[in-house]
Nanobody, 127 residues
Framework: QVQLVESGGGLVQAGGSLRLSCVVSGRTFSSLSMGWFRQAPGKEREFVAAIRRSGGITYYAESVKGRFTISRDNAKNAVYLQMNSLKPEDTAVYYC????????????????????WGQGTQVTVSS
């Protein structure tokens, strides 16, 4: 059984930082590409960042580029999202997701490309 467990969310003032973590069990982590998505109240879930299984290629939504950094530690079965210069519009539930097919055709920005999801962690940025 695959489990993704996020942590690190919380309340932070605008301009502050948070680091989200997602630990994966039940699969060989190094064979998974990983992504972060977020969903604000009344909005659809949207792509934030992704990292390929090799770790060498990363992708970011335009809204977070230059502020957020995705990374992974295969030895710890974990993926991270370092979030700096946070804005009130970053307020959302953040979800970790795993993709295991390794398809080269996947761009890792679409929800349907992912096979497994965590339960989410709340991030609230106050102005």
């Amino acid at each position: 059984q695959v489990q993704l467990v996020e942590s690190g969310g919380g309340l932070v003032q605008a301009g502050g930082s948070l680091r989200l973590s997602c630990v994966v069990s039940g699969r060989t982590f190094s064979s998974l590409s990983m992504g972060w998505f977020r969903q604000a109240p009344g909005k659809e879930r949207e792509f934030v960042a992704a990292i390929r299984r090799s770790g060498g290629i990363t992708y970011y939504a335009e809204s977070v580029k230059g502020r957020f950094t995705i990374s992974r530690d295969n030895a710890k079965n974990a993926v991270y999202l370092q979030m700096n210069s946070l804005k009130p519009e970053d307020t959302a539930v953040y979800y970790c997701a795993a993709e295991e097919s390794g398809s080269s055709g996947y761009i890792l920005r679409r929800l349907y490309e992912y096979d497994y999801w965590g339960q989410g962690t709340q991030v609230t940025v106050s102005s």
